[in-house]
């Protein structure tokens, strides 16, 4: 399948073994499903260069699955290269990066720091809904001042939770 760039011209998925990116709706989507190799990746930053030659402006969403690979140091390795590829795309304005893992999202917001001019929110990989809202600009919120007028008072569900790394926090097993 192929998608059409601003120019007329078609965008075409590169699939490979671990890696596969496709381009709709404004945005580049990278999927990382293990180590991928030399080839992918450069293949990869070649696709990427297309990219952000076609387009003034895009966003980015990865999605990286901790279960994909089997210790912390692979994990590590492949972040490193999508940090790569994030620099290589000064044309793109948002990312959205997908993860199980605490690691990787805790690494995708340090690394978003340091690359001007692009907005980086990392979400678990269950959120791609509202990762993709936030890409596309749409609010995240769809409730209304009514509906949240309407809803009783005092309901014990509705605690605010510190969220994050303390959900899981578990002493007997690092989570990465």
Same mark, same amino acid.
């Given at each position: 399948?192929?998608?059409? &760039?601003?120019? +007329? ?24 499903? +293990? ?11 070649? $696709? ?38 994030? &620099? ?16 990787? &999202? ?27 809202? $936030? ?18 008072? +005092? ?10 790394? $303390? ?10």
């Amino acid at each position: 399948m192929q998608f059409t &760039r601003p120019n +007329g011209e078609t965008m075409t998925p590169l699939i490979t073994e671990n890696l596969d990116l496709k381009f709709e709706d404004n945005i580049a989507y990278m999927s990382v499903s +293990g180590q991928v190799t030399k080839e992918s990746l450069h293949a990869g930053y070649e $696709w990427f260069g297309e990219v952000a030659e076609a387009n003034e402006d895009f966003n980015i969403c990865v999605d990286m699955a901790k279960a994909d690979f089997p210790d912390l140091s692979a994990v590590a390795d492949q972040f490193r290269n999508i940090s790569n590829v994030l &620099r290589v795309a000064p044309t793109a304005e948002k990312c959205a990066i997908l993860s199980d893992s605490v690691f990787v &999202r805790n690494s995708a917001k340090v690394e978003g720091a340091v690359i001007p001019g692009l907005d980086l929110q990392t979400f678990k990989l269950d959120q791609a809904e509202p990762a993709d809202k $936030w890409l596309k600009g749409e609010p995240l919120l769809e409730q209304t001042v009514e509906t949240l007028a309407a809803e009783p008072e +005092g309901d014990d569900q509705t605690e605010a939770s510190a969220g994050g790394a $303390w959900d899981s926090l578990n002493l007997a097993k690092v989570d990465y």
